[in-house]
DNA sequence: CTCCAGTCTGAGCGGTGTTCAGATTATGAA
DNA sequence: TTCATAATCTGAACACCGCTCAGACTGGAG
């Protein structure tokens, strides 16, 4: 960022009356203070001052803390899709259920490298998705990818293994993030990445079933 | 509940200077409160005003926020153990892999049945574990129920099986609670509870594997 | 009965979300 | 170019929040 303004006594100072472009640092500042101190610390005002703003200029660019949020989220979607069509689709030569696990470990993948943005885009009660629309959206258009995944795979019940992956990659996001999932590893006396690559090993073997004695090798 | 004191024009007024069992009250007042309105509304202020007590009287029995909503996650952990334990061991005629979709599916039936218990329990912002270790055994305490039925079951790799069966019933229940499950099956113009029942069932399928052509029919 | 520890009150501090009148500046039409 | 209008930003204001604390109250041990 940096577009206008310098760092003086710990206070962010302008040139300029208008500040340019604070739509976009608002949102940085926020994903920002989520991943270093977490949501809690994500005031308007406390995200204001960090743009070297007055409080109340962030209104002019969001409603509402709930709407700050949702674009967070909507954003975080946008780049989960991105993500997980990057997992699916390449390395041609590769069965479809290889496809599942690379969309499992790309969604576990997101959640790890996007902190910021995971913790809001599950949170309905902070981004209100009934009043911001864009946020839903955004999230079906990531479902879809693993829908339209399931679907090629040829499944009885695309639906159901369609949620279920979705459950899969979600709750061992959730779990990973929330720090669940180390806290285990430690307990059993064992490394948490290859914790989670076995858990991920165990949801391709998972979705090899259906006919799974007629398999190829 | 209504130990002392009753509702006089919309607040509540008591006869004994005592309340008497603020602390359980505060707890059933937040949970009540996160049900209705959701956790945004769960203020020790409100609370206290809920339970018809003065602003600082909370603090006499909890620390501060998070130890409040810690004892709610606790205690969320207790009844989630609870309803597991009820959900495998019974019906002694059924096979493990019967006991996994009765336990994912009580895990997700705790989600709903507890929604203010549960909407607490995976918030490490919220409830801040490393501060109050209690939520941390009793949290361990339901997973060890998992684990236990995981080992049971004789498959290659306990912890990584135990994992994904705890992600998948976590995922399935978080989705289920935030609406989505909901959205996505008015989209597929379906029911929510059969669509849940068929993920349920795939969750069935999926853990008969491990040397899947070697079961017995 | 006395005393004390635990409970509750109510004021107070700094921070928060949100609103609003007014100051400042960008934009585009004449 | 000029100039009106729209967009942006300021800073004060209000109500609410978490949390602290001195003091009022009371149940129960001795």
Redesign the interface.
Known sequence: MEVNGAEVNGVRKRETYHHGSLREELVEASVRLIETE???AVSLRRVAREAGVSPGAPYHHFADRAALLSAIAARGFDLLTEDLLGAVGTSPGTSRTDDVVRVAAAYVAFARRQPGHFQVM?R???SQPEKHPAV?EA??AA?KVLTDLVDRLGVA?P???G??L???????A??TL????A??AE??D?DPDD??A??L???G?????GD??TAAP
Request: proline share 4%; aromatic share 8%; glycine share 14%.
């Open positions: 977490g949501i809690g599950f309905p009660e902070l839903q999230g079906d479902l019940d639906q159901a293994v949620i279920t979705w459950a899969l990659g979600h709750g061992l959730s779990l929330d720090g669940l999932l806290l285990k307990a059993w064992t914790l989670l076995r858990a090993g165990q949801i073997r998972s979705f090899d079933v799974p004695c």
